[in-house]
Every structure is written in structure tokens, then in C-alpha cells.
């Protein structure tokens, strides 16, 4: 048996005068609406909140990559400790330039200490063995398909990582 459709108020419902008669031009919904909008919502929220952990895993991984990039700057240069407060702080002042908040020299510096901290020789092995030469990392393909791998190696949230520093 076919479920009857149930009248359910809205904006677009509107009242015009038929021989004197008021009569009502309504939408006409089936009795399973509220599930079907509930079942929407909850895709919906599902969604977001996948969206939100996915970007959570990329932004950990980006962060990690930018330390590795300053770790790997910083090797490369004579005297090491003054070397990498100048690449902090120019980094520093370009990025926030560039992107806003969240790279000043105490973030790029967790950023370092993050891939310190977990510097997964796994995770370079593989990644340096598909590339010819570091400069391959700057590619924006390669950035890309890193980024993804590096991502799932990160389960927790970037602040998770801070805390645990």
C-alpha cells in the first residue's frame, strides 16, 4: 500500500480565493519525508566530519614535511645554530606574509621539532626512493601524492602532536 502524502507547512505555501473559498496551494509530502531528511543530515554530518579528520591528516603531514625541509636546510649550512634562526625567522616572516597566522617562528619551530621527534626512516626511504633528488619534492605533483602518503601515517590531529612534544 502506497504511504498517503501529509501536508507540511512551508514558505512556498500559498492561499487563494476560489468562488468566495479559500483554498490552499500546498506542497503535498510523502508520510517518509522526515526520514529521508533525517537520513540526509546524518550523510551530511558524516561527510563533514571525515572531511574535517582528512584535513586534520594532511595538515599533520605538511607540517611534519615543512620540518623536515628546515631539518634538512639547516645540515646544509656552516654554522648550524645561527644558520637555522635566520631560515626561522625569514621562513617566518615570508609564510605569515603569504598565508596569514600559524607560521611564525614558535609554530616553525614545533614544526621542526615535530619531525625531530618523529623522524620515521620509513617514511623517508620511501618517498626519497621514488624521487631522483630532494629538489624532486617541489614539484606540485610530487607535493601532492607525498602529502597523501604522509597522511595516512598520522592518525592525530597537529595539536596532538604539539602536546605530545
Do not use: C
Not at 501529509?6 to 526520514?35: H, K
Not at 619551530?109 to 626519497?128: C, E, H, K, N, V
Request: charged share 20%; hydrophobic share 40%.
Amino acid at each position: 500500500m502506497e504511504a498517503s502524502p501529509t501536508f507540511i507547512p512551508s514558505a512556498f505555501n500559498t492561499w487563494t480565493r476560489n468562488g468566495g473559498i479559500a483554498m490552499a496551494n500546498l506542497p503535498i509530502m510523502p508520510e517518509n519525508y522526515d526520514n529521508i531528511r533525517t537520513g540526509i543530515v546524518e550523510l551530511l554530518k558524516a561527510a563533514r566530519s571525515a572531511a574535517a579528520r582528512s584535513v586534520n591528516s594532511i595538515m599533520t603531514a605538511t607540517y611534519w614535511e615543512i620540518g623536515r625541509r628546515i631539518v634538512t636546510l639547516e645540515q646544509g649550512g656552516e654554522h648550524r645554530a645561527e644558520y637555522g634562526e635566520q631560515l626561522i625567522e625569514q621562513l617566518a616572516g615570508d609564510l605569515t606574509r603569504q598565508f596569514g597566522r600559524g607560521f611564525g617562528r614558535a609554530n616553525l619551530r614545533q614544526m621542526r621539532a615535530f619531525y625531530r621527534a618523529w623522524p620515521d626512516p620509513q617514511i623517508r626511504q620511501t618517498l626519497s626512493g621514488e624521487f631522483a633528488s630532494p629538489n624532486d619534492f617541489n614539484a606540485i605533483g610530487v607535493v601532492s601524492s607525498t602529502t597523501s602518503i604522509l597522511a595516512a601515517r598520522f592518525a592525530l590531529p597537529w595539536s596532538a602532536y604539539v602536546r605530545l612534544l
